[in-house]
Nanobody, 128 residues
């Protein structure tokens, strides 16, 4: 049974930082064959792309709204992907989800419908 478990969310003041983690288990193939992504969602809105990283960690891609403030990384030995969030803004408030997709050729994945596995989400609240 595939599990993606996010942690690290919470309440932070504007300008502060948080580091989200997502630990994967039960994947059919080894963790280093999966592209990983972070998405976020606010009530009544579509889930939106935040960041993605290739299976090796060699390539990353960000939404314009977080570029320069957020950093995605991964530790394949620990089957974990991270999202370092700096200079947080109130508009970053959302439930953050990690996702995994099997990509043996090392592609990036930015579309949410490309991902097969999702975590349960972790709440991030940024106060002004």
């Amino acid at each position: 049974q595939v599990q993606l478990v996010e942690s690290g969310g919470g309440l932070v003041q504007a300008g502060g930082s948080l580091r989200l983690s997502c630990a994967a288990s039960g994947l059919t193939f080894t963790f280093n064959t999966y592209a990983m992504g972070w998405f976020r969602q606010t009530p009544g809105q579509e889930r939106e792309f935040v960041a993605t990283i290739t299976r090796s960690g060699g390539k990353t891609y960000y939404a314009d709204s977080v570029k320069g403030r957020f950093t995605i990384s991964r530790d394949n030995a620990k089957s974990t992907v991270y999202l370092q969030m700096d200079s947080l803004k109130p508009e970053d408030t959302a439930v953050y989800y990690c996702a995994a997709d099997y990509t043996p050729r090392g592609e990036l994945r930015t579309r949410k419908d490309a991902y097969n596995y999702w975590g349960q989400g972790t709440q991030v609240t940024v106060s002004s």
